[in-house]
């Protein structure tokens, strides 16, 4: 099982930003992928999660009206995408799968480190 995320990002305040995670080696419609972030010195920060399958969607509150996933099942391929970005959401992104909602997280994407600076 492999998820391999797309490269750093450097972004203005109020741009946005799309992230990939490309998933291998597993029934890429049988597992949730939830985006995780962690910021400078702080802990991990759960954004929500999409079910591949049927693209439901799980967003976190904080989140909600900012944040879009959307999984591409001929690539195996998840995104997130954040808008109207601003220097608090500079942050290391993780994707991870889990096999229920909920349950542990069992692989973890390498991190994508989004900066927001002017």
């Known amino acids: 099982v492999q998820l391999v995320q797309s490269g750093a990002e450097l972004r203005n305040p109020g741009a946005s930003v799309k992230v990939s995670c490309k998933a291998s080696?597993?029934?890429?419609?049988?597992?949730?992928i939830d985006w995780v972030r962690q910021a400078p010195g702080q802990g991990l920060e759960w954004m929500g999660r999409?079910?591949?399958?049927?693209?439901?969607?799980n967003y976190a509150q904080k989140f909600q009206g900012r944040v879009t996933f959307t999984a591409d099942t001929s690539t195996s391929t998840v995104y997130v995408e954040l808008s109207s970005l601003r220097s608090e959401d500079t942050a290391v992104y993780y994707c991870?799968?889990?096999?229920?909602?909920?349950?542990?997280?069992?692989?973890w994407g390498q991190g994508t480190q989004v900066t927001v600076s002017s």
């Open positions: 991870a799968r889990s096999a229920v909602s909920g349950a542990p997280r069992d692989y």
């Open positions: 080696g597993y029934t890429f419609t049988s597992y949730y």
């Open positions: 999409i079910h591949p399958e049927d693209g439901e969607t």
